[in-house]
């Protein structure tokens, strides 16, 4: 196969030469792929992303505690949301190594959110290939500059809180009383089902948020509801 395009990833967004690439071109197969050709290709991305995930929790951990003297229980909340699946796969996507990703041509089809989490695992794997080949400071510089450079964010917007029950929270500091969800829209087959639930205090609507569950769409909802108190009580 081709190396060139592997090599020039690592080059250009990664800013590494490999040792040996393979560890990055394995980084990118996914499990159906290797289902696929069996015959020519023997290894997937899953022990990599174990070991990436690995890696990704203890360079977190490691950052929060030396930048933020917070309690630890909010240490973890904030770890959460920093590497949560939308996180690192949106990560994943500023990179722009899906191109490279192998898949089986069924998973090429795929939902929207299957490929989000295909990403996801990627980027855990590629770190694991990172920390392998070049060893831990390589994958750190890596985990700071695509994960760790937003956790300033998340904590200024208490976006680590879960939101429905900050929502509620600051629905009764405020209005006096308890939200309440009501799905306003369900659209799409069976297997991607999209769901639009509005959030609700005292029959004034305060935000909407879709998903792929109710559960789902429900915190999305209790996220606008929280930037919404925010902006009007807290700035």
Aim: glycine letters at 8%.
């Amino acid at each position: 196969m081709d190396l060139a395009p592997y090599e020039e990833f690592a080059k250009e967004k990664l800013g590494i030469k490999f040792n040996n690439i393979n560890l990055l071109v394995t980084a990118l197969t996914h499990r159906s792929y290797v289902n696929e050709h069996r015959k020519t290709v023997h290894e997937h991305n899953e022990r990599l992303e174990y070991l990436g995930d690995a890696v990704l929790e203890l360079v977190s951990s490691d950052f929060l505690y030396r930048k933020y003297h917070i309690p630890e229980g909010v240490m973890t909340a904030v770890r959460a949301a920093l590497v949560r699946t939308e996180s690192i796969g949106e990560a994943g996507k500023e990179l722009g190594y899906e191109p490279l990703v192998r898949m089986s041509r069924g998973e090429l089809k795929g939902t929207e959110r299957a490929h989000d989490s295909i990403l996801a695992d990627c980027f855990e794997a590629v770190l694991g290939a990172v920390y392998l080949d070049q060893g831990y400071e390589a994958a750190r510089r890596i985990v700071n500059e695509h994960i760790l450079s937003k956790a300033d964010k998340v904590i200024e917007e208490g976006s680590w809180r879960d939101p429905k029950s900050y929502v509620q929270e600051l629905a009764q500091k405020y209005d006096g009383a308890t939200p309440t969800y009501r799905t306003l829209k369900e659209e799409g087959p069976d297997h991607d089902k999209k769901f639009t639930v509005g959030i609700y205090v005292n029959e004034k609507l305060k935000g909407t948020g879709t998903g792929h569950s109710k559960q789902e769409a429900q915190t999305e909802a209790a996220k606008e509801g929280v930037k919404k108190y925010t902006t009007e009580y807290l700035k």
